[in-house]
């Protein structure tokens, strides 16, 4: 792993790290809120299809809305990893990583 990839690694750990501190804070005012900044500051087209149907959930306050506000009810540290694990390692990480072994293999990954 190159220097700039592990830094690039680290800052995107930090920033969700943030971002939980944030939401953990009052999750039901400051999830509608980091959506927003997602939003104004993602690149076009960067999981579009996803932060839709989490944008969709926030207004309707629909299930999966209701969902996401029960994971606070557990322990923190439990909602915690959930969260690290689902956001940086699967989403972020994963998708990068996804993406370099589809270009390295001429195949898709799933």
Same mark, same amino acid.
Do not use: H
């Given at each position: &792993?190159? $220097? %700039?990839?592990?830094?690039?690694?680290? &800052?995107?750990?930090?920033?969700?790290?943030? %971002? *939980?501190?944030?939401?953990?804070?009052?999750? /039901?005012?400051?999830?509608? $809120? *980091? &959506? /927003? *900044?997602?939003?104004?500051?993602?690149?076009?087209?960067? @999981?579009?299809?996803?932060?839709? #149907? !989490?944008?969709? #959930? !926030?207004?309707?306050?629909?299930?999966?809305?209701?969902? !996401?506000? $029960? *994971?606070?009810?557990?322990?923190?540290?439990?909602?915690?990893? @959930? +969260?690290?694990?689902? !956001? +940086?390692?699967?989403?972020? /990480?994963? @998708? #990068?990583?996804?993406?370099?072994? $589809?270009?390295? /293999?001429?195949?898709?990954?799933?």
């Amino acid at each position: &792993m190159s $220097k %700039a990839t592990s830094v690039s690694k680290s &800052m995107q750990k930090f920033a969700v790290n943030k %971002a *939980l501190n944030y939401v953990e804070g009052n999750p /039901e005012e400051n999830i509608p $809120k *980091l &959506m /927003e *900044l997602v939003d104004k500051f993602a690149p076009n087209g960067w @999981f579009g299809s996803q932060r839709d #149907a !989490i944008r969709t #959930a !926030i207004d309707e306050k629909n299930n999966w809305y209701q969902l !996401i506000l $029960k *994971l606070y009810d557990l322990d923190p540290g439990v909602c915690r990893a @959930f +969260f690290q694990n689902f !956001i +940086f390692n699967a989403s972020l /990480e994963g @998708f #990068a990583t996804q993406n370099v072994v $589809k270009e390295r /293999e001429g195949c898709n990954v799933p």
